[in-house]
């Protein structure tokens, strides 16, 4: 593999507990005053002063601009300093995505490319830093000072390693923390992916301000991320929000598990695929059959778009499959939640789409890594 950003950039960490809690209020609420600081967080004005001031000299803030006045001196607003960059890395089944943000978490730069997690750790490592490499070739970005890494399946998140993921073959055990920082030469953090995007929903999207939600995800799988109080929850080995594999037809059909009739073997994308590609073969839809042939393969953005071209097998199948995709989805999952659920549960439980499809997974990754490095070293 090619070795990429050698150079460690932010070398500094908050040195106690108010210092982290001054950095994440800077990264989610931008460039403040030291007085709109002081009111968020329980310090004396002196000792802010003196945590601000020790934050200045490790380069971590700078000074900007000066702030609204607030009765007598106007001073100065403190900010996140402007060349922090963070790589957010989000690995899905079937493509990657990869972004550049700033300390405050904004995309300066994102790419995706098609890709197949089942050709192995080596294989998509080598696209993630092609990719990381031309987002450094565009001049946004000199070096990254962290990176946060999803993954499609379950992770030991301490340690960051998948574990026995169902659809990444190859993956077990592999150390990927320790393998993609040793590459881009900089910390990295490693989670599922869906606990990322709840991550990213929450900072920049649909759960803005909401503390206690969950975000759920039906791609090639299904996964669900859980926030309480603010804090992804993700159980004592970090397998908390995995509801793909839970039983949903007791002699159903076989899932990539092992098991039999998990929820994902039904009404996962993957599920929708193998049933448009059953229809191809079995010659139902001579517009499935077209696809197939072109592609080798089918997905469910095959399916959609052959519905949408007017396609009747497809049509059916999105809603055989318990309306699947999209709006239609949405509406059938809320008839089901708000009809089976006692009134209490429910009274007050919006269910939307999230707001930033596929920015969502790197938003959150950046989140993840930032989380990391603004903690007491
Ligand atoms: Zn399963």
Same mark, same amino acid.
């Given at each position: 593999m090619r070795r990429e950003g050698r150079v460690r950039r932010m070398t500094a960490r908050p040195a106690n507990a108010h210092q982290a809690r001054l950095l994440r209020l800077l990264r989610d609420g931008g460039p403040n005053s030291r007085a709109q600081l002081g009111d968020q967080v329980d310090l004396s004005r002196s000792k802010l002063a003196v945590e601000v001031d020790r934050l200045l000299e490790t380069g971590l803030v700078v000074a900007d601009g000066l702030a609204a006045s607030r009765g007598g001196r106007r001073s100065h607003n403190i900010r996140l300093a402007?060349?922090?960059?963070?790589?957010?890395?989000?690995?899905?089944?079937?493509?990657?995505?990869?972004?550049?943000?700033?300390?405050?978490?904004?995309v300066l730069g994102h790419l995706n490319h098609p890709m197949d997690v089942r050709e192995g750790p080596v294989a998509v490592f080598e696209q993630v830093l092609s990719l990381a490499a031309k987002l450094r070739a565009s001049g946004l970005v000199e070096g990254f000072d962290g990176a946060g890494i999803g993954v499609p399946g379950p992770v030991r998140f301490p340690e960051g390693v998948p574990v026995a993921p169902p659809i990444m073959p190859g993956w077990d055990g592999f150390p990927v923390r320790e393998a993609l920082s040793q590459e881009l030469g900089c910390p990295v953090m490693v989670d599922n992916d869906v606990n990322l995007m709840a991550m990213g929903e929450q900072h920049a999207g649909v759960a803005r301000s909401v503390g206690d939600f969950l975000c759920v995800k039906i791609g090639t799988g299904i996964g669900c991320g859980i926030v309480v109080g603010g804090e992804v929850h993700r159980g004592t080995t970090g397998s908390a929000g995995d509801i793909g594999h839970i039983q949903v037809e007791p002699e159903g059909r076989?899932? %990539?598990?092992?098991?039999?009739?998990?929820?994902?073997?039904?009404?996962?994308?993957? %599920?929708l695929a193998r049933d448009a590609e059953d229809a191809a073969r079995t010659g139902r839809s001579a517009e499935l059959v077209g696809r197939l042939e072109a592609a080798g393969r089918l997905t469910a953005a095959d399916v959609a778009a052959a519905a949408a071209a007017g396609d009747a097998t497809s049509l059916d199948l999105i809603r055989e499959g318990g309306n699947r995709v999209g709006h239609t989805l949405l509406a059938s999952v809320r008839t089901q939640v708000y009809r089976q659920s006692l009134p209490l549960a429910t009274g007050n439980l919006p269910i939307v789409l999230g707001e930033l499809g596929p920015a969502a997974g790197v938003i959150g990754a950046a989140r993840l890594i930032s989380d990391h490095l603004f903690s007491p070293a």
């Open positions: 402007p060349q922090l960059r963070f790589l957010g890395v989000d690995i899905g089944a079937t493509s990657v995505d990869v972004a550049v943000t700033n300390a405050e978490l904004e076989a899932c %990539a598990c092992g098991n039999r009739g998990c929820l994902e073997a039904h009404f996962s994308g993957a %599920a």
